[in-house]
Protein backbone atom coordinates (compact mmCIF):
# COMPACT_ATOMS: atom_id res chain seq x y z
CA UNK A 1 0.00 0.00 0.00
CA UNK A 2 3.04 2.19 0.84
CA UNK A 3 3.90 2.18 -2.72
CA UNK A 4 0.40 3.29 -4.23
CA UNK A 5 0.89 6.39 -1.47
CA UNK A 6 4.58 7.00 -3.22
CA UNK A 7 3.87 6.54 -6.45
CA UNK A 8 0.69 8.66 -6.97
CA UNK A 9 2.78 10.88 -4.50
CA UNK A 10 4.09 14.68 -4.22
CA UNK A 11 6.14 16.15 -2.16
CA UNK A 12 3.76 16.77 0.41
CA UNK A 13 2.93 12.88 1.65
CA UNK A 14 7.10 12.75 1.47
CA UNK A 15 6.50 15.46 3.88
CA UNK A 16 4.39 13.53 5.77
CA UNK A 17 6.41 10.47 5.54
CA UNK A 18 9.29 12.73 6.93
CA UNK A 19 8.26 13.75 9.62
CA UNK A 20 7.43 10.12 10.95
CA UNK A 21 11.02 8.86 9.89
CA UNK A 22 12.15 11.92 12.15
CA UNK A 23 10.30 10.81 15.01
CA UNK A 24 12.55 7.53 14.22
CA UNK A 25 15.60 8.79 13.82
CA UNK A 26 15.87 11.90 15.56
CA UNK A 27 18.28 10.62 17.97
CA UNK A 28 20.53 8.86 15.78
CA UNK A 29 21.40 11.51 13.12
CA UNK A 30 24.14 13.11 12.13
CA UNK A 31 24.83 14.70 9.04
CA UNK A 32 28.10 16.40 9.47
CA UNK A 33 30.98 14.00 8.62
CA UNK A 34 34.00 16.08 10.80
CA UNK A 35 35.61 17.99 8.09
CA UNK A 36 39.75 16.51 7.40
CA UNK A 37 39.20 19.69 4.48
CA UNK A 38 36.80 21.57 2.51
CA UNK A 39 33.50 19.65 1.51
CA UNK A 40 31.31 19.95 -1.85
CA UNK A 41 28.70 22.31 -1.49
CA UNK A 42 25.57 22.10 -1.71
CA UNK A 43 22.14 22.76 -0.49
CA UNK A 44 20.97 22.91 3.42
CA UNK A 45 19.93 19.84 4.39
CA UNK A 46 17.29 18.68 6.43
CA UNK A 47 17.39 16.18 9.65
CA UNK A 48 16.85 12.62 8.23
CA UNK A 49 15.32 13.82 4.80
CA UNK A 50 18.23 15.38 3.75
CA UNK A 51 17.52 17.09 0.40
CA UNK A 52 14.82 14.41 -0.21
CA UNK A 53 12.33 16.89 -0.30
CA UNK A 54 14.00 18.94 -3.47
CA UNK A 55 14.70 16.02 -5.20
CA UNK A 56 12.37 14.68 -7.80
CA UNK A 57 12.88 11.05 -6.72
CA UNK A 58 10.84 10.08 -10.00
CA UNK A 59 13.67 11.40 -12.24
CA UNK A 60 16.61 12.42 -9.86
CA UNK A 61 18.74 13.27 -12.87
CA UNK A 62 17.15 16.72 -13.72
CA UNK A 63 16.75 18.11 -10.43
CA UNK A 64 21.04 17.02 -10.02
CA UNK A 65 20.96 18.74 -13.36
CA UNK A 66 19.51 22.34 -12.24
CA UNK A 67 21.56 21.56 -8.52
CA UNK A 68 24.96 21.70 -10.78
CA UNK A 69 23.98 25.05 -12.07
CA UNK A 70 24.10 26.30 -8.81
CA UNK A 71 26.77 24.74 -6.51
CA UNK A 72 29.03 23.85 -9.18
CA UNK A 73 30.45 21.02 -11.03
CA UNK A 74 31.45 18.73 -7.43
CA UNK A 75 28.36 19.24 -5.46
CA UNK A 76 26.98 17.09 -2.39
CA UNK A 77 23.43 15.89 -1.44
CA UNK A 78 21.72 13.90 0.81
CA UNK A 79 19.23 11.62 -0.49
CA UNK A 80 17.98 10.72 3.32
CA UNK A 81 20.95 10.56 5.76
CA UNK A 82 22.99 9.05 2.77
CA UNK A 83 25.37 11.67 1.86
CA UNK A 84 26.15 11.52 -1.88
CA UNK A 85 29.10 13.68 -3.89
CA UNK A 86 27.45 14.26 -7.83
CA UNK A 87 30.36 15.02 -10.27
CA UNK A 88 28.80 16.91 -13.00
CA UNK A 89 29.98 18.48 -16.45
CA UNK A 90 32.39 16.86 -19.27
CA UNK A 91 35.67 18.18 -17.87
CA UNK A 92 34.70 17.23 -13.75
CA UNK A 93 33.38 13.64 -14.83
CA UNK A 94 36.59 12.79 -17.37
CA UNK A 95 38.84 13.99 -14.57
CA UNK A 96 37.57 11.74 -11.69
CA UNK A 97 36.79 8.61 -13.55
CA UNK A 98 39.74 8.47 -15.65
CA UNK A 99 42.50 10.41 -14.01
CA UNK A 100 40.99 9.11 -10.53
CA UNK A 101 40.24 6.01 -11.79
CA UNK A 102 40.98 3.86 -8.56
CA UNK A 103 39.51 6.74 -6.14
CA UNK A 104 36.24 6.45 -7.56
CA UNK A 105 36.09 3.48 -9.38
CA UNK A 106 34.36 1.25 -6.55
CA UNK A 107 30.65 0.60 -6.97
CA UNK A 108 27.88 1.42 -4.00
CA UNK A 109 25.34 -1.12 -4.08
CA UNK A 110 21.52 -0.59 -3.74
CA UNK A 111 20.02 -1.91 -0.33
CA UNK A 112 18.15 -4.22 -2.80
CA UNK A 113 21.43 -5.94 -4.08
CA UNK A 114 22.53 -6.93 -0.78
CA UNK A 115 19.30 -9.14 -1.39
CA UNK A 116 20.14 -11.06 -4.60
CA UNK A 117 23.93 -11.66 -3.70
CA UNK A 118 24.81 -8.60 -5.70
CA UNK A 119 28.55 -8.98 -3.65
CA UNK A 120 29.08 -11.48 -6.76
CA UNK A 121 29.00 -10.74 -10.10
CA UNK A 122 30.66 -7.41 -12.40
CA UNK A 123 27.49 -4.51 -11.70
CA UNK A 124 27.01 -4.40 -7.96
CA UNK A 125 30.65 -6.30 -6.54
CA UNK A 126 33.64 -4.35 -5.63
CA UNK A 127 37.69 -5.65 -5.00
CA UNK A 128 38.98 -9.72 -6.21
CA UNK A 129 35.42 -10.88 -6.73
CA UNK A 130 34.87 -7.64 -9.33
CA UNK A 131 38.22 -7.79 -10.33
CA UNK A 132 38.53 -11.67 -11.78
CA UNK A 133 34.60 -11.36 -12.93
CA UNK A 134 34.93 -8.49 -15.02
CA UNK A 135 38.32 -9.84 -16.58
CA UNK A 136 36.57 -13.11 -16.94
CA UNK A 137 33.45 -11.63 -18.73
CA UNK A 138 35.23 -9.37 -20.80
CA UNK A 139 37.45 -12.41 -22.05
CA UNK A 140 34.29 -14.20 -22.70
CA UNK A 141 32.79 -11.40 -24.37
CA UNK A 142 35.32 -11.17 -26.24
CA UNK A 143 35.56 -15.27 -27.64
CA UNK A 144 32.44 -15.62 -28.26
CA UNK A 145 30.95 -12.20 -29.07
CA UNK A 146 32.47 -8.71 -29.71
CA UNK A 147 34.87 -7.97 -32.12
CA UNK A 148 34.47 -10.76 -34.09
CA UNK A 149 32.77 -12.03 -37.11
CA UNK A 150 30.69 -14.86 -35.37
CA UNK A 151 29.47 -12.48 -33.66
CA UNK A 152 28.45 -10.32 -36.41
CA UNK A 153 26.91 -12.86 -37.51
CA UNK A 154 24.69 -13.74 -34.96
CA UNK A 155 23.88 -10.50 -34.72
CA UNK A 156 22.72 -10.09 -38.62
CA UNK A 157 21.04 -13.39 -38.35
CA UNK A 158 19.28 -12.50 -35.08
CA UNK A 159 18.09 -8.98 -37.29
CA UNK A 160 16.51 -11.09 -39.63
CA UNK A 161 14.35 -12.82 -37.43
CA UNK A 162 13.26 -9.54 -36.23
CA UNK A 163 12.72 -7.89 -39.42
CA UNK A 164 9.92 -10.74 -40.35
CA UNK A 165 8.65 -9.99 -37.16
CA UNK A 166 8.15 -6.11 -38.39
CA UNK A 167 7.15 -7.33 -41.81
CA UNK A 168 4.25 -9.33 -40.22
CA UNK A 169 2.38 -6.10 -38.78
CA UNK A 170 2.16 -5.34 -42.63
CA UNK A 171 2.28 -1.50 -41.61
CA UNK A 172 -0.37 -1.47 -39.44
CA UNK A 173 0.71 0.29 -35.39
CA UNK A 174 2.51 -2.19 -32.94
CA UNK A 175 4.31 -1.62 -29.89
CA UNK A 176 8.51 -2.21 -30.58
CA UNK A 177 9.19 -3.11 -27.01
CA UNK A 178 8.72 -7.10 -26.67
CA UNK A 179 10.09 -7.97 -30.93
CA UNK A 180 12.88 -5.65 -30.20
CA UNK A 181 13.92 -6.61 -26.54
CA UNK A 182 13.63 -10.32 -27.73
CA UNK A 183 15.98 -9.99 -30.53
CA UNK A 184 18.76 -8.01 -28.37
CA UNK A 185 18.52 -10.42 -25.57
CA UNK A 186 18.57 -13.43 -27.83
CA UNK A 187 22.56 -11.69 -28.78
CA UNK A 188 23.31 -12.09 -25.52
CA UNK A 189 21.81 -15.44 -24.52
CA UNK A 190 23.98 -16.78 -27.66
CA UNK A 191 26.83 -15.41 -25.96
CA UNK A 192 26.48 -16.85 -22.43
CA UNK A 193 24.52 -19.94 -23.20
CA UNK A 194 25.56 -20.82 -26.70
CA UNK A 195 22.66 -20.90 -27.93
CA UNK A 196 19.30 -18.69 -28.87
CA UNK A 197 15.67 -19.09 -28.09
CA UNK A 198 12.65 -19.07 -30.10
CA UNK A 199 10.38 -15.68 -29.72
CA UNK A 200 7.65 -17.86 -29.31
CA UNK A 201 9.22 -19.76 -26.12
CA UNK A 202 7.50 -18.84 -22.94
CA UNK A 203 10.64 -19.60 -20.68
CA UNK A 204 12.41 -17.16 -22.75
CA UNK A 205 9.99 -14.33 -23.47
CA UNK A 206 8.69 -14.38 -19.51
CA UNK A 207 12.61 -13.96 -18.36
CA UNK A 208 12.97 -10.90 -20.47
CA UNK A 209 9.55 -9.29 -19.97
CA UNK A 210 10.48 -9.75 -16.46
CA UNK A 211 14.23 -8.75 -16.37
CA UNK A 212 12.89 -5.25 -17.65
CA UNK A 213 9.95 -5.18 -15.39
CA UNK A 214 12.84 -5.61 -12.84
CA UNK A 215 14.79 -2.66 -14.04
CA UNK A 216 11.41 -0.89 -14.47
CA UNK A 217 10.77 -1.50 -10.49
CA UNK A 218 14.72 -0.46 -9.20
CA UNK A 219 13.86 2.97 -11.03
CA UNK A 220 10.65 3.21 -9.14
CA UNK A 221 10.26 6.28 -6.88
CA UNK A 222 9.19 3.27 -4.08
CA UNK A 223 12.51 1.69 -4.27
CA UNK A 224 14.51 4.86 -3.63
CA UNK A 225 12.94 5.78 -0.58
CA UNK A 226 13.55 1.78 0.41
CA UNK A 227 17.09 1.90 -0.65
CA UNK A 228 17.54 4.45 1.90
CA UNK A 229 15.46 2.92 4.61
CA UNK A 230 15.49 0.10 4.19
CA UNK A 231 13.69 -0.87 7.90
CA UNK A 232 10.54 -0.27 5.86
CA UNK A 233 11.30 -3.33 3.30
CA UNK A 234 8.03 -5.19 4.54
CA UNK A 235 5.77 -2.42 3.37
CA UNK A 236 7.23 -2.06 0.09
CA UNK A 237 5.69 -4.14 -2.99
CA UNK A 238 7.78 -3.08 -5.64
CA UNK A 239 10.48 -4.78 -3.36
CA UNK A 240 8.51 -7.97 -3.27
CA UNK A 241 7.90 -8.33 -6.67
CA UNK A 242 11.62 -7.64 -7.24
CA UNK A 243 12.38 -10.59 -4.94
CA UNK A 244 9.50 -12.62 -6.37
CA UNK A 245 11.22 -11.78 -9.92
CA UNK A 246 14.98 -12.36 -8.75
CA UNK A 247 13.13 -16.04 -7.34
CA UNK A 248 11.49 -17.19 -10.72
CA UNK A 249 15.11 -15.93 -13.15
CA UNK A 250 17.32 -17.75 -10.76
CA UNK A 251 15.29 -20.92 -10.66
CA UNK A 252 15.11 -20.99 -15.06
CA UNK A 253 18.69 -20.38 -14.82
CA UNK A 254 19.66 -23.12 -12.38
CA UNK A 255 17.61 -25.58 -14.69
CA UNK A 256 20.12 -24.28 -17.62
CA UNK A 257 23.17 -24.88 -15.71
CA UNK A 258 22.34 -28.15 -15.21
CA UNK A 259 21.79 -28.71 -18.68
CA UNK A 260 24.61 -27.47 -19.69
CA UNK A 261 27.06 -28.83 -17.06
CA UNK A 262 25.40 -32.51 -18.13
CA UNK A 263 26.13 -31.86 -22.03
CA UNK A 264 29.64 -30.07 -20.90
CA UNK A 265 32.78 -30.82 -23.63
CA UNK A 266 35.32 -28.82 -21.64
CA UNK A 267 37.27 -29.00 -25.38
CA UNK A 268 34.16 -27.36 -27.03
CA UNK A 269 32.62 -24.75 -25.13
CA UNK A 270 29.49 -23.23 -26.40
CA UNK A 271 29.29 -19.88 -24.73
CA UNK A 272 30.37 -18.15 -21.12
CA UNK A 273 29.11 -20.62 -19.09
CA UNK A 274 30.94 -23.71 -20.69
CA UNK A 275 34.02 -21.66 -19.87
CA UNK A 276 32.92 -20.56 -16.31
CA UNK A 277 32.04 -24.67 -15.12
CA UNK A 278 35.54 -25.58 -16.73
CA UNK A 279 37.20 -23.01 -14.85
CA UNK A 280 35.77 -23.82 -11.37
CA UNK A 281 36.73 -27.20 -12.23
CA UNK A 282 40.17 -26.45 -13.37
CA UNK A 283 40.55 -24.63 -9.77
CA UNK A 284 38.97 -27.43 -8.14
CA UNK A 285 41.13 -30.05 -9.14
CA UNK A 286 44.51 -28.24 -8.63
CA UNK A 287 42.90 -27.95 -5.02
CA UNK A 288 42.63 -24.56 -5.01
CA UNK A 289 39.48 -23.86 -2.97
CA UNK A 290 38.69 -19.82 -2.24
CA UNK A 291 39.06 -19.00 -6.07
CA UNK A 292 35.90 -16.72 -7.36
CA UNK A 293 35.02 -19.21 -9.68
CA UNK A 294 31.46 -20.80 -7.56
CA UNK A 295 27.99 -21.11 -8.17
CA UNK A 296 27.20 -17.41 -6.86
CA UNK A 297 29.20 -15.60 -8.86
CA UNK A 298 28.09 -17.74 -11.91
CA UNK A 299 24.38 -16.94 -11.39
CA UNK A 300 24.93 -13.07 -10.62
CA UNK A 301 27.81 -12.81 -13.66
CA UNK A 302 24.80 -14.22 -15.73
CA UNK A 303 22.34 -11.97 -14.79
CA UNK A 304 24.19 -8.90 -14.61
CA UNK A 305 24.60 -9.67 -18.14
CA UNK A 306 21.17 -10.46 -19.42
CA UNK A 307 19.86 -7.45 -17.47
CA UNK A 308 22.57 -5.10 -18.27
CA UNK A 309 23.06 -6.39 -22.10
CA UNK A 310 19.30 -6.26 -22.98
CA UNK A 311 17.42 -3.53 -21.39
CA UNK A 312 20.13 -0.89 -22.54
CA UNK A 313 20.88 -1.89 -26.40
CA UNK A 314 17.14 -2.58 -26.84
CA UNK A 315 15.92 1.01 -25.23
CA UNK A 316 18.57 2.58 -27.39
CA UNK A 317 17.23 1.23 -30.93
CA UNK A 318 13.83 1.68 -29.86
CA UNK A 319 14.43 5.11 -29.07
CA UNK A 320 16.12 5.57 -32.74
CA UNK A 321 13.22 4.31 -34.36
CA UNK A 322 10.73 6.69 -32.43
CA UNK A 323 13.26 9.59 -33.48
CA UNK A 324 13.05 8.53 -36.89
CA UNK A 325 9.46 8.94 -37.14
CA UNK A 326 9.45 11.92 -35.70
CA UNK A 327 12.03 13.83 -37.73
CA UNK A 328 10.75 12.14 -41.23
CA UNK A 329 13.53 14.30 -43.20
CA UNK A 330 16.62 13.24 -40.88
CA UNK A 331 15.09 9.46 -41.52
CA UNK A 332 15.07 10.17 -45.71
CA UNK A 333 18.77 11.13 -45.41
CA UNK A 334 19.59 8.08 -43.45
CA UNK A 335 17.72 5.85 -45.77
CA UNK A 336 19.52 7.97 -49.02
CA UNK A 337 22.35 7.00 -47.31
CA UNK A 338 21.90 3.74 -46.54
CA UNK A 339 20.26 3.20 -50.43
CA UNK A 340 23.66 4.76 -52.36
CA UNK A 341 25.83 3.32 -50.12
CA UNK A 342 24.79 -0.46 -49.76
CA UNK A 343 21.67 -0.69 -51.70
CA UNK A 344 19.85 -3.62 -50.81
CA UNK A 345 22.50 -6.15 -49.73
CA UNK A 346 23.18 -6.96 -46.09
CA UNK A 347 24.80 -4.61 -43.82
CA UNK A 348 27.91 -5.33 -42.42
CA UNK A 349 30.10 -3.73 -39.48
CA UNK A 350 32.46 -2.79 -41.99
CA UNK A 351 30.09 -0.56 -43.94
CA UNK A 352 30.01 2.30 -40.66
CA UNK A 353 33.10 3.99 -42.43
CA UNK A 354 31.08 4.43 -45.28
CA UNK A 355 27.41 5.47 -43.63
CA UNK A 356 28.87 8.86 -42.44
CA UNK A 357 24.99 10.17 -41.38
CA UNK A 358 24.01 7.26 -40.34
CA UNK A 359 26.57 6.73 -37.74
CA UNK A 360 26.16 10.51 -36.80
CA UNK A 361 22.47 9.71 -36.09
CA UNK A 362 23.23 6.86 -34.45
CA UNK A 363 25.93 8.14 -31.90
CA UNK A 364 23.03 11.62 -31.87
CA UNK A 365 20.50 9.28 -30.90
CA UNK A 366 22.49 7.67 -27.73
CA UNK A 367 23.48 11.08 -26.60
CA UNK A 368 19.66 12.59 -26.73
CA UNK A 369 18.16 9.20 -24.85
CA UNK A 370 20.71 9.49 -21.87
CA UNK A 371 19.42 6.19 -20.68
CA UNK A 372 21.59 5.63 -17.86
CA UNK A 373 21.63 8.91 -16.73
CA UNK A 374 23.39 9.08 -13.34
CA UNK A 375 25.59 5.93 -14.81
CA UNK A 376 25.45 3.37 -11.88
CA UNK A 377 26.49 4.45 -8.16
CA UNK A 378 30.13 4.98 -7.75
CA UNK A 379 31.86 5.23 -4.27
CA UNK A 380 35.34 6.34 -3.02
CA UNK A 381 37.92 3.51 -2.09
CA UNK A 382 39.62 6.01 -0.01
CA UNK A 383 39.72 9.52 1.02
CA UNK A 384 40.47 11.46 -1.46
CA UNK A 385 40.72 15.04 -1.97
CA UNK A 386 39.10 16.42 -5.45
CA UNK A 387 39.76 19.88 -6.96
CA UNK A 388 40.02 21.34 -4.26
CA UNK A 389 37.35 19.48 -1.89
CA UNK A 390 37.75 16.58 0.13
CA UNK A 391 35.84 13.21 -0.21
CA UNK A 392 35.95 10.97 2.17
CA UNK A 393 36.66 7.34 1.90
CA UNK A 394 33.45 5.07 1.57
CA UNK A 395 31.33 8.37 -0.56
CA UNK A 396 28.87 7.55 -2.32
CA UNK A 397 29.65 9.19 -5.91
CA UNK A 398 27.36 9.70 -8.77
CA UNK A 399 28.89 10.42 -11.86
CA UNK A 400 26.02 12.71 -13.84
CA UNK A 401 26.49 11.62 -17.13
CA UNK A 402 23.19 13.55 -18.20
CA UNK A 403 25.54 16.88 -17.59
CA UNK A 404 27.85 15.31 -20.19
CA UNK A 405 25.91 14.23 -22.63
CA UNK A 406 23.66 17.62 -22.03
CA UNK A 407 27.01 19.76 -21.41
CA UNK A 408 26.47 23.16 -22.68
CA UNK A 409 30.08 24.01 -23.20
CA UNK A 410 30.61 20.68 -25.39
CA UNK A 411 27.22 20.54 -27.24
CA UNK A 412 26.36 23.35 -29.90
CA UNK A 413 22.50 22.42 -29.68
CA UNK A 414 22.59 20.31 -26.33
CA UNK A 415 19.05 19.65 -25.93
CA UNK A 416 17.86 19.02 -29.64
CA UNK A 417 18.17 15.79 -31.98
CA UNK A 418 21.13 17.21 -34.18
CA UNK A 419 23.28 14.66 -35.64
CA UNK A 420 25.48 17.72 -37.04
CA UNK A 421 26.93 17.13 -33.60
CA UNK A 422 29.07 14.54 -35.18
CA UNK A 423 29.82 15.42 -38.49
CA UNK A 424 32.35 17.60 -39.75
CA UNK A 425 32.12 20.69 -42.19
CA UNK A 426 32.31 18.03 -45.17
CA UNK A 427 30.22 15.61 -43.98
CA UNK A 428 32.34 13.07 -42.78
CA UNK A 429 31.85 11.51 -38.80
CA UNK A 430 33.43 13.01 -36.16
CA UNK A 431 34.20 11.93 -32.81
CA UNK A 432 33.36 13.27 -30.09
CA UNK A 433 35.53 13.37 -26.08
CA UNK A 434 31.88 14.28 -24.39
CA UNK A 435 30.02 11.07 -25.67
CA UNK A 436 30.47 9.31 -22.69
CA UNK A 437 26.80 6.91 -22.95
CA UNK A 438 29.21 4.23 -21.62
CA UNK A 439 30.69 6.32 -19.04
CA UNK A 440 34.33 5.55 -18.51
CA UNK A 441 37.19 4.59 -16.15
CA UNK A 442 37.48 1.75 -13.94
CA UNK A 443 33.59 1.07 -14.02
CA UNK A 444 32.73 1.82 -17.41
CA UNK A 445 30.46 -0.48 -19.57
CA UNK A 446 31.91 -3.59 -20.57
CA UNK A 447 29.77 -4.55 -23.81
CA UNK A 448 30.49 -1.04 -25.43
CA UNK A 449 32.07 -3.13 -28.40
CA UNK A 450 28.79 -5.76 -28.37
CA UNK A 451 26.52 -2.57 -27.97
CA UNK A 452 27.96 -0.57 -30.69
CA UNK A 453 27.76 -3.60 -33.04
CA UNK A 454 24.24 -4.30 -32.22
CA UNK A 455 22.83 -0.90 -32.51
CA UNK A 456 24.94 -0.37 -36.09
CA UNK A 457 23.67 -3.45 -37.74
CA UNK A 458 19.88 -3.10 -35.88
CA UNK A 459 19.54 0.51 -36.77
CA UNK A 460 20.75 0.37 -40.25
CA UNK A 461 19.33 -2.89 -41.12
CA UNK A 462 15.79 -1.76 -39.99
CA UNK A 463 16.11 1.51 -41.68
CA UNK A 464 17.06 0.03 -44.98
CA UNK A 465 13.94 -2.29 -45.10
CA UNK A 466 11.43 -0.08 -43.27
CA UNK A 467 9.84 3.34 -43.28
CA UNK A 468 9.17 4.11 -39.54
CA UNK A 469 6.00 6.78 -39.13
CA UNK A 470 3.28 7.56 -36.29
CA UNK A 471 0.30 5.65 -36.32
CA UNK A 472 -2.54 7.14 -38.30
CA UNK A 473 -4.23 10.17 -36.89
CA UNK A 474 -0.97 10.99 -34.64
CA UNK A 475 1.31 13.84 -35.96
CA UNK A 476 5.18 13.52 -35.73
CA UNK A 477 4.92 16.27 -33.01
CA UNK A 478 2.48 14.27 -31.02
CA UNK A 479 4.91 11.70 -30.48
CA UNK A 480 6.41 11.95 -27.11
CA UNK A 481 9.86 11.94 -26.18
CA UNK A 482 9.40 12.10 -22.51
CA UNK A 483 10.96 9.04 -21.42
CA UNK A 484 9.00 6.30 -18.74
CA UNK A 485 10.66 6.33 -15.23
CA UNK A 486 13.02 3.65 -14.62
CA UNK A 487 16.67 2.76 -13.98
CA UNK A 488 17.10 3.15 -17.44
CA UNK A 489 15.45 5.84 -19.45
CA UNK A 490 13.11 4.06 -21.74
CA UNK A 491 11.10 5.88 -24.35
CA UNK A 492 7.59 6.13 -23.15
CA UNK A 493 4.30 3.79 -24.29
CA UNK A 494 4.10 4.07 -27.80
CA UNK A 495 3.04 2.53 -31.35
CA UNK A 496 4.82 3.08 -34.89
CA UNK A 497 4.05 1.76 -38.17
CA UNK A 498 6.81 0.23 -39.68
CA UNK A 499 6.01 0.18 -43.87
CA UNK A 500 7.82 -2.68 -45.58
CA UNK A 501 10.57 -0.46 -48.33
CA UNK A 502 11.33 -3.84 -50.11
C1 LIG B 1 23.58 1.02 -25.53
C2 LIG B 1 23.94 0.08 -24.71
C3 LIG B 1 24.61 0.27 -23.37
C4 LIG B 1 24.81 1.40 -22.63
C5 LIG B 1 24.42 2.84 -22.97
C6 LIG B 1 25.49 1.00 -21.41
C7 LIG B 1 25.90 1.88 -20.41
C8 LIG B 1 26.48 1.49 -19.23
C9 LIG B 1 26.81 2.39 -18.16
C10 LIG B 1 26.60 3.90 -18.16
C11 LIG B 1 27.36 1.65 -17.16
C12 LIG B 1 27.81 2.15 -15.78
C13 LIG B 1 29.21 2.66 -15.82
C14 LIG B 1 29.62 3.34 -14.54
O1 LIG B 1 29.06 3.05 -13.50
O2 LIG B 1 30.51 4.19 -14.58
C15 LIG B 1 27.39 0.27 -17.60
C16 LIG B 1 27.91 -0.76 -16.86
C17 LIG B 1 27.89 -2.08 -17.29
N1 LIG B 1 27.45 -2.55 -18.51
FE1 LIG B 1 26.64 -1.46 -20.02
N2 LIG B 1 25.68 -0.35 -21.44
C18 LIG B 1 25.17 -0.84 -22.62
C19 LIG B 1 25.20 -2.15 -23.05
C20 LIG B 1 25.76 -3.20 -22.36
C21 LIG B 1 25.87 -4.55 -22.85
C22 LIG B 1 25.43 -5.04 -24.23
C23 LIG B 1 26.43 -5.30 -21.84
C24 LIG B 1 26.78 -6.75 -21.78
C25 LIG B 1 27.27 -7.46 -22.67
C26 LIG B 1 26.70 -4.40 -20.74
C27 LIG B 1 27.26 -4.78 -19.54
C28 LIG B 1 27.58 -3.91 -18.51
C29 LIG B 1 28.16 -4.34 -17.24
C30 LIG B 1 28.45 -5.78 -16.82
C31 LIG B 1 28.37 -3.19 -16.48
C32 LIG B 1 28.98 -3.09 -15.09
C33 LIG B 1 30.48 -2.84 -15.20
C34 LIG B 1 31.19 -2.77 -13.85
O3 LIG B 1 30.58 -2.39 -12.87
O4 LIG B 1 32.39 -3.10 -13.82
N3 LIG B 1 26.28 -3.14 -21.09
N4 LIG B 1 26.85 0.20 -18.88
Same mark, same amino acid.
Given at each position: ?? #????? =? ?20 ? %? ?9 ? /? @? ?9 ? !? &? ?97 ? #? ?24 ? %? ?20 ? *? ?34 ? %? #? ?46 ? =? ?10 ? !? ?32 ? #? ?29 ? +? ?18 ? *???? &? ?32 ? +? ?16 ? =? ?6 ? @? ?21 ? /??? @? ?17 ? =? ?10
Amino acid at each position: ML #DLLLQ =STSVSLLGTLGVLLLVYFISST %SFSSKGEGKEP /P @GPRPLPVLGNL !L &QLDLKRPFITLLKLSKKYGSVFTVYFGTKKVVVLAGYKTVKEALINHANEFGERHPFAISYEEKQDYGVLWSNGDSWRDMRRFALTNLRDFGMGKKACE #DKIVEECGYLVEVFKGFNGEPFDTTQ %SVNYSVSNIICSIVYGSRFEYS *DPKFTSMVDKTNRKVELFGSASMQVYNLFPWLGMCI %S #DRREIKKIYTWITEVNLAIFRHLKETLNPQMCRGLVDAFLVQKQNFED =SGITNSHFHDDS !LMMTVQNLFVAGTETTSSTIRWGLLLMAKYPKIQ #DQVQEEISRVIGSRQVQVEDRKNLHFTDAVI +HETQRLANIVPMAVPHRTSQ *DVTF &QGFFIKKGTVVYPLLTSVLYDESEWEKPHSFHPV +HFLDKDGKFVKRDAFMPF =SAGRRMCL @GEGLARMELFIFFTTLLQRFRFT /PPP @GVSEDELDLTPRVGFTLNP =SSHKLCAVPLM
